[in-house]
């Protein structure tokens, strides 16, 4: 086996793994097909490995190329978290470096824009990067800086504090209840339409499930991503559960079973303890911590 020691290699093996062809991945890099096909094949030849086959949708990965990605991947974020943590620092102006933020989508979506504002009127200099996802991002492993996170961090090494509870609650539009009527009971959403999840047990409609006597099997309009389930609540097309600071912005919401059904999610805010005392980190924990606060207190009822 050759030496390996050009990461364009692995960039390019990337970009191919993700785009399943090299017009695609061109696209996406701005390198040239011959360029990303030496590529290739110069770390097919250093492996020893053939890492993709061709075929008339273009290239399918082997099994050797299945097994390696999540290393690359690896690779790929520290190389990441070195070019951030390179970049850090403060100066009279204040302090400047990218500062990437992993969170919840229904979080990233209706509540960090106007937390991260201020900031970014404080702070110009620095970079935000918003990786929005149910997922839990590996802190540890430096796929971002700093998490927003609705479950308690159980990684050690991270320095995490506790925000407040966010309390949610199930809605159906007006419209949907003219035509189908209101549930009595948990046990009659079955006969409902119902919004939920479709596979993805990282969710945090999986995390209600597991508090209330539901599964898969009841929904009726199934969707991995939260925006678009309430989305979807919100045009009609069933009951779904909606976070009730975010229900009582829109007035054509009506609670669903609000007495039988009570879940709140923890939200918290974590990042790696080396992080602390990286001025442009530090700077966003903060007012992250500062600006989810005022508002999980705003809507605590």
Known sequence: ?????????????????????????ARATGLTQPTLGRHIDELEQGLGLALFTRSPGGLVPTEAARGLVTHAEAMEAAFAALVRAASA????????????????EIVGTFVLPDVLAPLRHRHPGIVLELALSNRTDDLLRRDADIAVRMARPKQDSLVARWIGTVPLGLY????????????????ALREHHVVGFDRDDHSARAVVAG?????????????????????????????????????????????????????????WLAMHED???????????????DGLSEWVAGHAA
């Not at 692995?10 to 785009?19: C, I, K, M, P, Y």
């Not at 992080?275 to 992250?288: C, E, I, M, S, T």
């Open 1 to 25: 086996m050759a030496e390996i020691n050009d990461w364009t290699l692995l960039r390019s093996f990337l970009a191919v793994w993700r785009r399943g062809s090299l017009s695609a991945a």
């Open 172 to 187: 159906a539009h007006r419209d949907y209840v003219q035509r189908f009527g209101l549930p009595g009971t948990v046990a």
């Open 275 to 289: 992080q602390r005392n990286a001025p442009p980190v530090r700077a966003v924990f903060d007012a992250l911590a």
């Open 211 to 267: 508090t209330l006597p539901i599964d898969r099997t009841l929904f009726s309009v199934r969707v991995d991503n939260d925006v678009a389930q309430v989305m979807a609540v919100r045009a009609g097309l069933g009951i779904g559960m909606i976070q009730k600071a975010l229900a009582r912005q829109d007035p054509m919401l009506v609670p669903v079973l609000a007495e039988e059904v009570a879940v709140a999610l923890d939200c």
């Open 89 to 104: 620092g403060g100066d009279a102006a204040g302090p400047r470096g990218t500062v990437r933020i992993t969170a919840s």
